[in-house]
């Protein structure tokens, strides 16, 4: 059974950097898209980050410039590092696995069906 476990979150100040980790345990995944989302409470859940199974990734526009997907298929690991974070980049981020082996990566959630427990980043001004 696949499992996400998501590591680095914490608080930081503006201007700062963090990296998340996200490994991937049960299967042989390196060949299906993942991705990095996000989610306030009370608020939509939004695409952060997808890359591909050969490692191409594309950020959101909130984001583009300051975070960079990337993953170590050796230690199946996806990573999201995040500089010059915000305050309003404060939210609870998941990395999340499409299930379907696909030539294209789907930017909405709903094409990834397994998920993470989230890591919280806090961003303080």
């Known amino acids: 059974q696949v499992q996400l476990v998501e590591s680095g979150g914490g608080s930081v100040q503006a201007g700062g950097s963090l990296r998340l980790s996200c490994v991937v345990s049960g299967g042989a995944y390196s060949g299906h898209c993942m991705g990095w989302f996000r989610q306030v409470p009370g608020e939509e859940r939004e695409t952060v980050a997808v890359?591909?199974?050969?490692?191409?990734?594309v950020a959101g526009a909130s984001v583009r410039g300051r975070f960079t997907a990337s993953k170590d298929n050796v230690k199946n690991t996806l990573y999201l590092q995040m500089n010059s974070l915000k305050p309003e980049d404060t939210a609870m981020y998941y990395c999340?696995?499409?299930?379907?082996?696909?030539?294209?990566?789907?930017?909405?959630?709903?094409?990834?069906?397994?998920w993470g427990q989230g890591t919280q980043v806090t961003v303080s001004s």
């Open positions: 999340a696995l499409d299930l379907v082996r696909r030539s294209t990566c789907y930017w909405g959630d709903q094409y990834y069906g397994q």
């Open positions: 890359i591909n199974s050969g490692g191409t990734a």
